[in-house]
């Protein structure tokens, strides 16, 4: 039976050091929803969303009190709305209307955000996805809980060049409708390298094409509870410091398993994966930032950053793995800047640059994650950014992503607020030497020659 | 069985077992298991319990304990024992 030390030491973790389920994100399949006419269309996106998820809220709070475990989000997925709108979109304008349906069943059911405003272009883009991709700036404008994500590249496919070229343009454009909310439309905005299909955090989540009518994915988190755990063998060798993530990692991992579980159960929903993810937020100590210094480092970005990076990132994959039946979206630390106070703080001292988040994102999951850079940052720069990041996932056989958002009518130095689990940042230099004439060149980059295992 | 976790956690003072164990009686919920210990001067107690004849609802279960232990000034948990055993057992 259960003993008393076992319980405080639950409770200490969910009480003090911020142990919560991130995530519970209900993926819904839009494909038997896909008509000709838009109004048709969006009538059957809102009535499949509404009723389907109509008790998703409910269940989460139910399991929250009964377990005693903070379940922060509730959230939906849907299948990347370019390929439900296709017959039925003939501008951007057509995909915006979506957008706000979306939105609107979002509000219905009571999530706080909606992934799937999306496209898949890893090779080549579809008259349908471009329109899809150039209605995001408005999308995200006049919606307050659509998120949209689009996948430029993958190890298989090589890297969709136009697309990185045109995704600076729609970076840019969405910065610019909401300047002045300091540029907030580009935090609902992320592309990948590599996307999963069934990733719970957002703003990437999206229903895959890959996977059933519906399905649960929970995302667990905990850096408060890991870097707790590392305050008990400081100075201790390396091999103990593994074991200790490790250990930490799956016990985190099974109480996201259990409410994995229950959620399914109630819902009558399969469960899909476990996305096991040290997700930070703004509050003091839930950072991956404290991690680090706990582990040893000054700050985050001192040299060391990465390899301690890379053995939490892995650690948690062992722990996590064993704890999980199914184990799969992004999977690994987050290193998102605004989100993070110990990162903000890392950035505001001089410690952390744009370049060394860049060699971070090699060995972590995804990639540059809410940085904030100057507002006149030029498209080609921000497509600059984004193919880098690409590369490393498309060479590396990982996900990549970039969720950047050049703040117009801010400079370096100056702070941007976003609110919420959004966090603020500092506003970061970027490098002012110039590739347009690079990205202009347009056209698709092969995929790399270890991708032909055949 | 419906096996659950009541943890107590606050200033030791006289009648917090009694009233928490008086509640637990008078909704048929049955006692399993008792332990309790001293961390920080602070009194924490564990109790397991079966609520699976307790007519009440989990959440006003849970919150009326709450508000017993709000009256004592003292904190008072009921979770379900399976986060707990998920967590510590393999």
Known sequence: MINI????????????????????????????CIDSDLDRLNEKIYNRITTVAKDLVATGKAIETEFGIPIVHKRISVTPIALIGGSACKTPEDYVTIAKTLDRAAKTV??????GYSALVSKGMTASDELLIRSIPKALACTDFVCSSV??????????????????????????????????GCAKLVVFCNAPDDNPFMAGAFHGVTEADEI????????????KALESVRGADFGTLCETVKKTAFKITRVGQLVA???SNRLGIPFGIIDLSLAPTPAIGDSIADIFEEMGLQRAGAPGTTVALALLNDQVKKGGVMASCYVGGLSGAFIPVSEDQGMI?????????????????CVCSVGLDMIAIPGDTKETTISGIIADEMAIGMINQKTTAVRIIPVIGKGVGET???GGLLGYAPIMPVNQFDCSDFINRGGRIPAPIHSFKN | MKKTVVTVVGKDSVGIIAKVCTYLANNSVNILDISQTIVNGFFNMMMIVDIEKCSKEFATFASELEQIGEEMSCIIKAQREDIFDKMHRI
Not at chain 1, 21 to 30: D, E, H, M, P
Not at chain 1, 110 to 115: A, D, E, L, S, Y
Not at chain 1, 345 to 361: D, F, I, S
């Open chain 1, 5 to 32: 030390h076992e319980v405080l030491e639950t409770n200490d973790m969910i009480e003090k050091d911020n142990l919560d389920v991130r995530t519970i994100t209900l993926g819904i399949s839009l494909l038997n």
């Open chain 1, 110 to 115: 009571g999530v706080n955000f909606i992934g």
């Open chain 1, 151 to 184: 996948n430029l590249g993958s190890t298989k496919t090589g890297l969709n060049m136009d697309a990185v070229k045109l995704m600076g343009e729609i970076v840019h454009q969405a910065a610019e409708e909401t300047k002045e909310r300091d540029s907030i």
């Open chain 1, 216 to 227: 649960i994915n929970v995302g667990v988190s905990g850096p408060g509870v890991m870097r």
């Open chain 1, 261 to 263: 579980r229950e959620a």
């Open chain 1, 345 to 361: 703080t890392a950035v505001q001292e001089g410690a952390l640059t744009l370049e060394k988040l860049e060699a971070m994102t």
């Open chain 1, 416 to 418: 941007v607020e976003f």
